[in-house]
C-alpha cells in the first residue's frame, strides 16, 4: 500500500455497498481509493479479521496506518470525499457528523442485512462465526 492509497474494503455482492463504493470519490490531494471485494481472500481481509472486525457487520477504512470501521468508516469517508456531484455532498452532508454516522449506520447495516437475505447471498463470516440471527 503506498502512503497516498487508501483502501475501502466491503462486500462487493451487496447491491447497496457495491453502488456507495462505486459513487464515493474522495479528494485528489487526500489520495487514491482502492476498492477491495471482502469476499476476496486477501492479507488486508486477513488484518481485519487479526483485529476481530466482522466485515459482515460493517465496511472498513484503511488509511495512513489507521483502520476505521462501520460508522466510523463511513465517516471519515465524508469527511475525505469530494464534494462534486449530488451523491457526494449528500454524502457529506449526512455523515460528516460523528453522531449521525453512529446513529444512521445500524439502520444501513439492517437494511443491507435485509437485501442480501432477500437476494440469497451468503455472509463472508470471515471471524468463523455460528450465529444466523444477524440475517
Not at 453502488?19 to 487526500?30: A, P, T
Not at 466482522?54 to 489507521?66: A, H, P, R, S, T
Not at 454524502?91 to 460528516?96: A, G, S
Request: aromatic content about 10%; proline content about 1%; some cysteine.
Amino acid at each position: 500500500m503506498s502512503k497516498n492509497e487508501i483502501l475501502l474494503i466491503y462486500d462487493k455482492e451487496c447491491p447497496a455497498c457495491d453502488y456507495y463504493c462505486q459513487l464515493v470519490r474522495i479528494r485528489e490531494s487526500v489520495g487514491v481509493l482502492k476498492l477491495i471485494d471482502a469476499r476476496d481472500n486477501s492479507d488486508v481481509l486477513a488484518e481485519i479479521t487479526e483485529l476481530g472486525l466482522d466485515i459482515d457487520q460493517g465496511m472498513v477504512l484503511k488509511m495512513e496506518g489507521e483502520v476505521y470501521y462501520a460508522a466510523d468508516a463511513i465517516h471519515v469517508l465524508a469527511l475525505i470525499s469530494s464534494r462534486s456531484g449530488v451523491f457526494n455532498r449528500m454524502n457529506y452532508w449526512m455523515f460528516k457528523s460523528q453522531y449521525l454516522s453512529t446513529i444512521c449506520y445500524p439502520a444501513l447495516r439492517f437494511f443491507r442485512n435485509m437485501l442480501l437475505k432477500i437476494l440469497a447471498k451468503t455472509k463472508i463470516n470471515n471471524l468463523n462465526i455460528n450465529d444466523n440471527s444477524r440475517f
